[in-house]
């Protein structure tokens, strides 16, 4: 099975309170699950690479063996591609945790940039996470 997932990270006041964000669909488009999640206190860079663990998680919970995510973040899309060099040591324990957890999963994955007025959903759920008050 086939999911992609929208991610998305929020901190108020980086760092300060964060959030993170995940919504995953099946392959004809349907939401199959929401999730959003309190981080505590923490960046918004932490945030970004800790929904791109919790939606590879999320898709292995329900049996997906290709997963593409879409992500707004710019710098975390490059750096999983290698595009980017990783000079904070917290992302970079976070970068080993990702490509670990691939390592030993079955997932064939791909990590692509969309726009933010493609992520809404995402955006949405990681400032609800972070405990921000979003408008409907």
């Known amino acids: 099975m086939k999911l992609t997932a929208n991610i998305d990270g929020a901190s108020f006041g980086n760092p300060g309170a964060s959030g993170l964000g995940v919504v995953l669909k099946d392959g004809g488009g349907k939401?199959?699950?929401e999730h959003f999640e309190h981080l505590g206190n923490g960046t918004n860079n932490r945030a970004e690479?800790?929904?791109?663990?919790?939606?590879?998680?999320?898709?292995?919970?329900?049996?997906?063996d290709e997963l593409e995510v879409r992500s707004d973040s710019q710098l975390v899309v490059s750096q999983i591609n290698g595009v980017y060099k990783i000079k904070s040591g917290d992302i970079k324990a976070l970068v080993q945790k990702v490509r670990e957890k691939l390592a030993t999963s079955h997932l064939k994955f791909?990590?692509?940039?969309?726009?933010?007025?493609?992520?809404?959903?995402?955006?949405?759920?990681a400032?609800?996470?972070?405990?921000?008050v979003v408008k409907e």
């Open 31 to 33: 939401v199959v699950v």
């Open 49 to 64: 690479y800790m929904a791109l663990l919790r939606s590879i998680e999320l898709a292995e919970k329900l049996g997906c």
């Open 110 to 125: 791909t990590i692509v940039h969309v726009r933010r007025e493609f992520n809404k959903e995402a955006d949405k759920l």
């Open 127 to 132: 400032k609800k996470g972070a405990g921000l």
